[in-house]
C-alpha cells in the first residue's frame, strides 16, 4: 500500500486513537544499502499494495492466544468482502516458513480454503513501529487509525469512528523474528567476495567472442541480402483486431532491409590482432564511423586476467563500447572475413573488406 505517516511511539496518558494521514514517509537509515539487495526475495508488502485495497489491517503473531487468532478469523469470514482484511505477520524463523503457514492454517476456520488473506510483510511492521500485537488499522474516509490489544474487526471499527481509547485489550510478544533483519544481518556477515570473483569469471566467459573468421589478405567489398523465409503459414490480426489475415505464406521469401534499418554502421574485426585494431581506432576518428557499433572474434584470444573480458580491454583502450560477434548474428549480416564494415543500401548489406597490410581506406 502507498506509505503512510509512520506512528509515533506511545507517549505516558495518551488516550486518543491515533490519526494516520496518508503521506509519504520519512527515508529510514535501515532503508539504504543492504534493502535494495534483499528486494527481491522480500515478501511482497506495502510498497506493493494500493491503499484502497483494505479497509482494516490486522498485525498478528503466533505470540498470541490460539483463541484470539481463530475468532479473528472467523470474524473476517463474515465479512462481505473477506479480501478487505488483510492479516499481517512480522517474518518467520529462517528455512521454517512452513511451519508459520501451518500453524496458522490450523487455526483457519476452514483450513483447506484460502478465504482469509495473510501476508508476510516486515516492511510494514517496521513503518507502523508495532512492536506488540495484536494492532488494528482501521480505514476512515482517506486517514488510517490504529488500535492496540485484543479486540474484535467490528469493536476496532467502533473505537476508531468514536476515536476512542488507543490502547483496548491484551497486548502480546512477536514471536516470529523480523525476516528483512535476519537477511539484512546474514548479508553483512557473509564473505561475498569468493562470490564477486566467480560472478567475474562467467562475465568474462560469456564475453568472449565465440568464434572467428579469416583476415583477409585484400580489399574488396560485396553486397548481401538478409532475408526471411516463413517456414509455415503466418496469420496476424486485421485493423480492428476482429478477423485474422494471412501475413506469409509458408515458403515465402522476404528481404528483411525492405522492413527494417540498420541503423548505424557495424564494424567487426578480430581481437586478436593488434593491426586491425589500430585501423578500427582510425576509422573511429572520422565523421562517418564515430557512432558504429563494434563487434569482435577470436575465439583464442586471452585477456589480461582470468575475470577481465577481452572486451573490457578493448573498451579502455578504444574507449568504446565492444561485443562479442553472436555467430548467429553474423551469419545474418553473411560477413565472411575480418575487418569489415557493414552498411546498409537499399534492400542489401554493403560490406566491405580492408586487408591489414593496406591503408584501410
Known amino acids: 500500500m502507498s506509505r503512510v505517516e509512520p506512528a509515533l511511539r506511545e507517549q505516558q496518558g495518551q488516550g486518543a486513537v491515533r490519526d494516520f494521514q496518508m503521506l509519504g514517509g520519512a527515508e529510514k537509515p ?18 506493493g499494495t494500493g491503499a484502497d485495497d483494505f479497509d482494516i489491517q490486522v498485525f498478528i503473531s503466533t505470540g498470541m492466544p490460539d483463541g484470539v487468532l481463530r ?10 468482502d473477506v479480501k478487505r482484511i488483510r492479516f499481517v505477520v512480522r517474518g518467520f524463523e529462517p528455512q521454517k516458513v512452513g511451519v508459520l503457514l501451518g500453524k496458522l492454517r ?17 516492511n510494514a511492521f517496521r513503518t507502523y513501529a508495532i512492536e506488540a500485537v495484536p494492532v488494528f488499522l482501521v480505514k476512515q474516509e482517506t ?5 492496540r490489544g485484543v479486540a474484535s474487526l467490528d469493536g476496532a471499527r467502533e473505537i476508531a469512528r468514536k476515536r476512542g481509547k488507543y490502547v483496548q485489550g491484551d497486548l502480546f510478544p512477536i514471536a516470529e523474528p523480523d525476516i528483512l533483519a535476519v537477511i539484512e544481518d546474514r548479508a553483512k556477515k557473509y564473505d561475498w567476495e569468493p562470490v564477486l570473483q566467480r560472478a ?22 560485396t553486397l548481401f541480402t ?11 490480426p486485421a485493423p480492428g483486431g476482429k478477423v485474422e489475415v494471412l501475413i506469409a505464406r509458408a515458403g515465402q521469401t522476404f528481404a528483411l532491409l525492405d522492413y527494417a534499418r540498420l541503423q548505424v554502421p557495424v564494424i567487426i574485426f578480430d581481437a586478436g590482432d593488434p593491426r586491425q585494431i589500430k585501423m578500427v581506432a582510425q576509422w573511429l576518428k572520422r565523421a562517418e ?34 561485443y562479442p560477434m553472436p555467430q ?19 534492400s542489401n548489406l554493403r560490406i566491405r573488406y580492408f586487408s591489414p597490410e593496406g591503408k584501410g581506406k
Open 200 to 221: 567475474r569469471g562467467r562475465i568474462a566467459q560469456n564475453l568472449r567472442p565465440g568464434f572467428d573468421l579469416p583476415t583477409t589478405n585484400k580489399d574488396y567489398t
Open 106 to 122: 490450523k487455526l483457519l476456520p476452514d483450513p483447506y480454503r484460502d478465504d482469509v488473506l495473510v501476508e508476510v510483510d516486515p
Open 143 to 147: 486517514k488510517w487509525f490504529q488500535v
Open 30 to 47: 535501515w532503508m539504504k544499502g543492504v534493502t535494495e539487495r534483499v528486494q527481491s526475495v522480500a515478501p511482497k508488502g506495502e510498497a
Open 289 to 322: 564511423y564515430k557512432d558504429a557499433d563494434l563487434f569482435v572474434v577470436g575465439r583464442s584470444v586471452q585477456p589480461s586476467d582470468s575475470r577481465t573480458p577481452v572486451t573490457q580491454d578493448l573498451n579502455r583502450y578504444l574507449k568504446r563500447p565492444i
Open 226 to 236: 538478409p532475408t526471411f523465409t516463413a517456414p509455415h503459414d503466418i496469420s496476424g
Open 71 to 80: 475468532a479473528l478469523f472467523q470474524q473476517a469470514l463474515t465479512e462481505k
Open 328 to 346: 548467429r548474428l553474423n551469419e545474418r549480416f553473411g560477413v565472411e572475413a575480418v575487418p569489415a564494415i557493414v552498411e546498409q543500401e537499399a
